[in-house]
T-cell receptor, first 118, second 116 residues
């Protein structure tokens, strides 16, 4: 069975400092990996995804994540955070499940609260 | 703008009183999902519809049901809410086509359910 581990429940960091949010997964099949961000009282927004190809993926707001198959990791990084980056970040894994159609079921980690302080 | 809409944003119900949460989408996506997210926990998939085909997760309680009368709407029915059902309920959609790149899930803002 697939699973996702986010070891850090909360990461406090000062504004303009770099940050890394850790994500490890376990799966016996090829996986697709995602990072979602959730602002207070809002739904989830896709931040970035790894499906295939280049192992380094980037978002439009300066986040990046690197797929490392040997370490089964997909850590999220940003070189300089802003107050507005304060949110809950969820790592998720998906595989293709074929049952007659197809679906991309997501298995989420428990989330990491990024708390950016001035 | 195309989007996923959930109504109401906040719902209060009494213990044992049936409640229905609503999700609609203007994306014309063929798959719709319902997730339950309890406080400080990860979203957990309850079930999903692929077109009209309903797919229940093995550990979803019988207390939870769903209806999808058409492509745009999907409802979550909780027949007899218990205190443990208090949570944020998230609706998501995706359009499953050939390339996996199109299989992103789009989430609504969620409905926060309180059970008194």
């Amino acid at each position: 069975a697939q699973s996702v581990t986010q070891l850090d429940s909360q990461v406090p960091v000062f504004e303009e400092a770099p940050v890394e949010l850790r994500c490890n997964y376990s799966s016996s099949v090829s996986v697709y990996l995602f990072w979602y961000v959730q602002y207070p009282n809002q739904g989830l927004q896709l931040l970035l995804k790894y499906l295939s190809g280049s192992t380094l993926v980037e978002s439009i707001n300066g986040f990046e994540a690197e797929f490392n198959k040997s370490q089964t990791s997909f850590h999220l990084r940003k070189p300089s955070v802003h107050i507005s980056d304060t949110a809950e970040y969820f790592c998720a894994v998906s595989d293709r499940v074929i049952y007659g159609g197809a679906t991309n079921k997501l298995i989420f980690g428990t989330g990491t609260l990024l708390a950016v302080q001035p | 703008d195309a989007m996923v809409i959930q109504n109401p944003r906040y719902q209060v119900t009494q213990f044992g009183k049936p409640v229905t949460l609503s999700c609609s989408q203007t994306l014309n996506h063929n798959v719709m999902y319902w997730y339950q997210q309890k406080s400080s926990q990860a979203p957990k998939l309850l079930f999903h519809y692929y077109d009209k085909d309903f797919n229940n997760e093995a550990d979803t309680p019988d207390n939870f049901q769903s209806r999808r009368p058409n492509t745009s709407f999907c409802f979550l029915d909780i027949r007899s809410p218990g205190l443990g059902d208090a949570a944020m309920y998230l609706c998501a959609t995706s359009r499953l086509a050939g390339p996996l790149e199109k299989n992103e899930q789009f989430f609504g803002p969620g409905t926060r359910l309180t059970v008194l």
